[in-house]
C-alpha cells in the first residue's frame, strides 16, 4: 500500500499529508466521481472537476484535467490521482466505473518530486528533462537538456505545497 507523503518537509509541518478537505463541501450533495485540484488553472473556475456515468482510467482523468489547467504532455506523467480516504495513489490503469451512485472523490495531485529540479542549490546535482534530438535552442551543453516543469505544472506545485 503507498501512503500519501508531502513534496517537502516544510509543507509536512504546516499542512500535515492529508489534501485540504474543505474544498469538498460544495459537492456532497452530488454523485460521481469528483476531482479536486489544488489551482483551477491561469483562467481560475472551480477548483474542482466532475465525472459521470462512463468507465474511465485514471490516466484518462489525469489527462483530461491536465489539458483544463494547462500542463503540457511532457509533464502529465508527474501528475496522479490520490484516494485521501484510502491513503493511496491509483495507478493510470486503474479502471472507475462511474455512475450517479458512485461518491468517490479524489486529488490530482502532483506524485512525484525531484530534488534540485530548478539548479539553485549548487551542493547538489541539477535536474533537467531530456530535448528532443536538434531541439536546442539555446548555447547551454546539451547534456542538461530542458527545464523540468511547464509554466502551469510549476505553479500547480506551488498551490499543492
Known amino acids: 500500500v503507498l501512503r500519501s507523503m508531502p513534496l517537502c518537509q516544510k ?5 500535515g499529508s492529508k489534501p485540504h478537505r474543505d474544498r469538498a463541501q460544495p459537492m456532497a450533495d452530488m454523485g460521481g466521481l469528483k476531482v479536486l485540484l489544488h489551482w483551477a488553472g491561469p483562467s481560475g473556475g472551480e477548483p474542482w472537476v466532475t465525472f459521470s456515468k462512463t468507465s ?15 500542463i503540457t504532455p511532457p509533464c502529465f506523467n508527474l501528475f496522479a490521482l490520490f484516494d485521501a480516504q484510502a491513503q493511496v495513489w491509483l495507478p493510470p ?9 458512485t461518491s468517490l472523490t479524489l486529488y490530482f495531485r502532483m506524485r512525484f518530486y525531484f530534488r534540485n529540479w530548478h539548479g539553485m542549490n549548487p551542493q547538489e546535482p541539477a535536474v533537467y528533462r531530456c530535448g528532443l534530438p536538434g531541439a536546442e535552442t539555446s ?6 537538456g530542458v527545464q523540468l516543469l511547464d509554466p502551469a505544472s510549476f505553479e500547480y506545485l506551488f498551490e499543492q505545497v
Open 139 to 144: 548555447s547551454e551543453p546539451t547534456e542538461q
Open 11 to 15: 509543507g509536512a509541518a504546516a499542512k
Open 56 to 70: 474511465l482510467t485514471a490516466e484518462e482523468v489525469c489527462i483530461h484535467i491536465a489539458h483544463k489547467v494547462g
Open 93 to 101: 490503469n486503474h479502471i472507475l466505473e462511474v455512475s450517479r451512485d
